[in-house]
T-cell receptor, first 116, second 113 residues
Framework: SQTIHQWPATLVQPVGSPLSLECTVE??????LYWYRQAAGRGLQLLFY??????ISSEVPQNLSASRPQDRQFILSSKKLLLSDSGFYLC???????????????FGPGTRLTVL | KNQVEQSPQSLIILEGKNCTLQ??????????LRWYKQDTGRGPVSLTI?????NTKSNGRYTATLDADTKQSSLHITASQLSDSASYIC????????????FGAGTILRVKS
C-alpha cells in the first residue's frame, strides 16, 4: 500500500531563517507530487506541483521554492522565511494518469510552520 | 476565475441529527468534484469523488450530490456522530495536465452530545 510522510510535524523558525520541509511517498512510482499551504480559515492553496524528477511548476509567486531530487521525494524550501510564510503545509501525491480519470490526491499529515 | 464557495462557514448540530453542506463552483474545464474531511491538524481525507455525469455518490453516512448544470454540490451527513466533527472541504479538479485542484474554504462542523 502507498504511504506519504512529511517531516517535521511542527516547526518554529525565526524570520529570515532558512526552511526545508520534506515529503516522501512509498509504495508507488512516478507519482504527481504537490505542495499546498493552508492558512487559518482559508482553502488550501497550491504552491507547487511536479510530474517528474526535476520538473517543478509554481502556481503563485512567493518566497518559497520546491525541488524533486528523487522520484518519490519532494522538498519545499526557503532561503529567508517571512512572517507570512506561517501556515499548515501539506504534501500530496496522485497517480500519473490521464485527465479523464478520477486521479485522486492523497495527502500527508502536514507540517505546522510558525514564523516568529 | 476558478472558484469554489462553500456554505455555511460553520455549523453546530446535535449528535444523531442530519445536516447538509453546500458547495457552488465556477471552475473550467471541470473534471470532477470531491468532498474531503479534514480533522484538525491533519491532512484531508477523501469522502467522495464524482464526475460531471454522476448525480449522487454515497460513502456510508455521507451522500454527495452534483448538479453540473447549476454547478452546485451538496454533502449530506445522516445520523451524525461526534467523530463527524471536522472541516468538510469541497474540491473541484481541473481537466488539465497535472490535475490541479481548486479548494473551497471548508465548512467547520461541530457535533455536540
Amino acid at each position: 500500500s502507498q504511504t506519504i510522510h512529511q517531516w517535521p510535524a511542527t516547526l518554529v523558525q525565526p524570520v529570515g531563517s532558512p526552511l526545508s520541509l520534506e515529503c516522501t511517498v512509498e509504495g508507488t512510482s512516478n507519482p504527481n507530487l504537490y505542495w499546498y499551504r493552508q492558512a487559518a480559515g482559508r482553502g488550501l492553496q497550491l504552491l507547487f506541483y511536479s510530474v517528474g524528477i526535476g520538473q517543478i511548476s509554481s502556481e503563485v509567486p512567493q518566497n518559497l521554492s520546491a525541488s524533486r531530487p528523487q522520484d518519490r521525494q519532494f522538498i519545499l524550501s526557503s532561503k529567508k522565511l517571512l512572517l507570512s510564510d506561517s501556515g499548515f503545509y501539506l504534501c500530496a501525491w496522485s497517480r500519473l494518469a490521464g485527465v479523464s480519470s478520477y486521479n485522486e490526491q492523497f495527502f500527508g499529515p502536514g507540517t505546522r510552520l510558525t514564523v516568529l | 476565475k476558478n472558484q469554489v464557495e462553500q456554505s455555511p462557514q460553520s455549523l453546530i448540530i446535535l449528535e444523531g441529527k442530519n445536516c447538509t453542506l453546500q458547495c457552488n463552483y465556477t471552475v473550467s474545464p471541470f473534471s470532477n468534484l470531491r468532498w474531503y474531511k479534514q480533522d484538525t491538524g491533519r491532512g484531508p481525507v477523501s469522502l467522495t469523488i464524482m464526475t460531471f455525469s454522476e448525480n449522487t455518490k454515497s460513502n456510508g453516512r455521507y451522500t454527495a450530490t452534483l448538479d453540473a448544470d447549476t454547478k452546485q454540490s451538496s454533502l449530506h451527513i445522516t445520523a451524525s456522530q461526534l467523530s463527524d466533527s471536522a472541516s468538510y472541504i469541497c474540491v473541484v479538479s481541473l481537466m488539465e495536465y497535472g490535475n490541479k485542484l481548486v479548494f473551497g474554504a471548508g465548512t467547520i462542523l461541530r457535533v455536540k452530545s
